[in-house]
């Protein structure tokens, strides 16, 4: 039995998001029909995090048990070979030791947000940014943004239906750039809570459109109160781009003294949300 480490990319457009559910295809059903094809067994894999329907990623993490010991182009090959049409690919596959867990050993997760920020609709971008006809000032969201970095009870931007036993998250970084029409909103985090950064991201919308004061902005964060949030911005604009964790021979070495997924794998399920 050995364990893989991939890094995945796909528009998650046609998706019901990255998770199985009953009522579309995910991309977790993707990627394990195509892995399970050309290794002859049934597989499960984990990921960093669980990204919503219409949400995309360019660094999401997985990981996966297989039978044999394939070497690492073959499983990153294979798997693509067998994942076509479908707008999933895998970059990379590595061996991992087998206390790397690609939920649970993650120490950062890393987003960035799309504004097409023009009057005229997007053509090429459809469905991969928020088209925001209005100007926007950046400056003013950057302002606004820097309000929430830091560790804050969260209530004001989480999903009535997050199931983390906390609001209470450490926002490392939080920052916006104007890139010609496009303005970009960073998060990084540990973890996130349930709709935490598409509901930020409407909530800095608000400032950058003149609407709403960065005062309003720290204001509805200390509220502590669902309501106090500005729109949710739409998923279409939202990339997980990236996860952190530390190196591979530190975890080989906590693997000794950690249960093998099992109940810390169903905490991190509540604790590491999508964003």
Known sequence: MARYKLIVEYDGTPYTGWQHQTNGRSVQEAVERAIGRFAGHAVRIHCAGRTDSGVHATHQVVHVDLEKDWRSDTVRD???????PEPVSILAAEIVPEA????????????????????????????????????????????????????HDFTTFRAAECQANSPIRTLDRLDVERIG???????????????????????LERAGAGRWSVADVKAALDARDRSRCGPMAPS?????????????????DQGAHRPRDGGVEAKAEQDDRKG
């Open 100 to 151: 790397f867990n690609a939920r649970i050993s993650a120490v950062k997760r890393h987003y960035v947000y799309r504004i097409l920020n023009r009057r005229a609709p997007a053509a090429l971008e459809q469905n991969r940014v928020w088209h925001v006809a209005w100007r926007l000032d950046a400056a003013s969201m950057q302002e606004a943004a820097q309000h929430l970095v830091g560790r």
């Open 78 to 84: 294979a798997t693509n070979a067998h994942l076509k």
């Open 181 to 203: 029409d496009e303005i970009r909103v960073y998060a990084s985090a540990r973890s996130f809570l349930h709709h935490q950064v598409r509901s930020i991201v409407g909530t």
């Open 236 to 252: 279409a604009g939202l990339y997980l781009i990236g996860v952190d964790y530390p190196p591979m021979d530190e975890l080989a």
